[in-house]
């Protein structure tokens, strides 16, 4: 009788081993986004619209170190954050100028682009709004990632706030990025809950390869660089000069040097936004009221 070959039966794969096996895969097509608004020529000229006198500067203001400043920009204007006197990172937050429940979301921010923001990207609001807020229409930096994984201008760590400092050194501090953004807020008539989760302008940041913790290192920006915006909607905006300067020694440890940051807010000419197709953000168009009987 002739030996029958045995049929070896693998185990089956657990799903521990099903996802190790299997590529990372982008969770949002950002390709599947609905279009900025306007036709293709108009925000590669936005990066050159103040050199080419496209638009022109209405309001100059200065962050002194360790503080914050808040700044209303209409729907349509530009803005820029401007490295003038030394390496400083900061702290921003924006809100819809008539509706301050409407803020910017750094989480869908960061999952629907990346977790560092560059040029072409947009600042997204929260639900049920789920909007652009502003653009990024130039950013004079430029960094790309490194060969750590850090990028500038991050989505994934938040502000530094007195209650985590206090609760690594017992100090009581009153500059913290958090406590810079409430001050600046509560002049505005609103409240601390209003603060929210920032973009980290200029901020050198990524995850350690070994432990996957957020790390940083001294920020890259120099005297003459910024970060500009075109603003979608009409938007309060907000920034703390970070008592951390360039962020080149851990938060709770010593500190830098800190700086100002200046801010300038530029308009463009009448019709010229509009001549290129412009037009300000819409809100969500869902309406399904989450299954909910109305």
């Known amino acids: 009788m002739p030996m029958m070959e045995k049929t070896i039966i693998s185990p089956p794969m657990s799903r521990k081993d099903i996802a190790r096996a299997t590529k990372p895969m982008v969770c949002y097509a950002v390709e599947n986004l609905p279009p900025k608004k306007g036709d293709a020529t108009l925000y590669p000229s936005l990066r050159t619209a103040v050199a080419e006198g496209h638009a022109t500067l209405v309001e100059r203001l200065v962050i002194p170190a360790c503080d914050g400043r808040s700044w209303k920009v209409q729907a349509g204007y530009m803005w820029r954050i401007i490295c003038t006197h030394g390496p400083q990172v900061a702290d921003m937050n924006c809100w819809n100028m008539h509706n301050p429940n409407e803020r910017f979301y750094s989480s869908k921010t960061r999952q629907i682009h990346a977790t560092h923001l560059t040029i072409g990207d947009r600042l997204w609001s929260n639900m049920p709004y789920l909007r652009p807020l502003a653009t990024i229409t130039e950013d004079t930096i430029a960094y790309g990632f490194d060969d ?83 603003a979608e909607i009409d938007l309060l905006v907000s920034a703390s000069t970070c008592p951390q300067g360039d962020v080149s020694v851990a938060c709770g440890s010593s500190r830098p040097k800190t700086y100002p940051l200046t801010v300038e807010i530029y308009k463009p000419k009448d019709g010229w936004l509009e001549s290129h197709g412009w037009s300000s953000s819409g809100v969500s168009g869902y309406g399904g009221n989450h299954g909910l009987q109305s």
């Open 148 to 230: 750590d994984g850090a990028g500038v201008h991050d989505v994934i760590g938040s502000r530094c706030d007195p209650y985590t400092h206090n609760l690594m050194t017992g100090e009581h501090v009153n500059d913290c990025c958090h406590s810079n953004l409430v001050r600046a807020a509560v002049k505005d008539g609103l409240v601390e809950s209003d603060v929210h989760d920032v973009l980290n302008v200029f901020m050198c940041t990524g995850f350690t390869r070994d432990t996957n913790q957020y790390f940083a290192k001294p920020s890259p920006v120099e005297v003459g660089d910024y970060i500009e915006f075109l």
